[in-house]
């Protein structure tokens, strides 16, 4: 069975659409889902959203045994969890880390990921474009 491509969604992206439009854009979770679910074809791919850090701990886990390929948006958990950073580095496959925004260019706050330090690569400040083509890359990079 073709292993799973895991898009892992963290706090707050449930209320894409009409959280900050000015810096997310108005795309919603479940649009950004369908064009995920488009671009992986006939790869099949989880997508998920929790507001709690362990929860994603968990599913990452669950991708460590049974997942080919993980794409996270770790929201604000990107800057403080060590408990994601800690569980992406026990994956074998490519990790992508995304962000709807350009970190980069936020507040301080935002500037410095610990989970850039688990992943393979990060796509930021695409929008929510940055979802399909970070599962497009992912199939590619897969070879699936
Ligand atoms: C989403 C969040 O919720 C913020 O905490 C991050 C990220 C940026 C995003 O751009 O997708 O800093």
């Known amino acids: ?26 795309t919603t979770l479940a649009e950004i889902e369908a064009a995920c679910r488009k671009a992986a074809g006939r790869v099949p791919l989880e ?22 390929g993980i794409i996270i948006n770790p929201a604000g958990l990107s800057f403080t969890s060590v408990p994601i950073m800690d569980a992406l580095k026990m994956f074998d496959g490519p990790v992508f880390e995304l962000h709807i925004s350009n970190i980069h260019r936020r507040d301080a706050v935002y500037q410095h990921s610990l989970v850039s330090k688990a992943a393979t690569a990060v796509i930021a400040g695409l929008g929510a474009d940055g979802y399909a083509t970070a599962v497009e890359a992912m199939v590619r990079r897969l070879k699936i």
Request: charged share 25%; hydrophobic share 35%; proline share 4%.
């Open 1 to 26: 069975m073709t292993k799973q491509i895991y898009v892992l969604n963290g706090p707050n992206l449930n209320r894409l659409g009409k959280r900050e439009p000015e810096i997310y854009g108005t």
């Open 47 to 68: 997508f998920r959203q929790s507001n709690a850090e362990s929860q994603l701990v968990d599913w990452i886990h669950e991708a460590i045994d049974g997942g080919a």
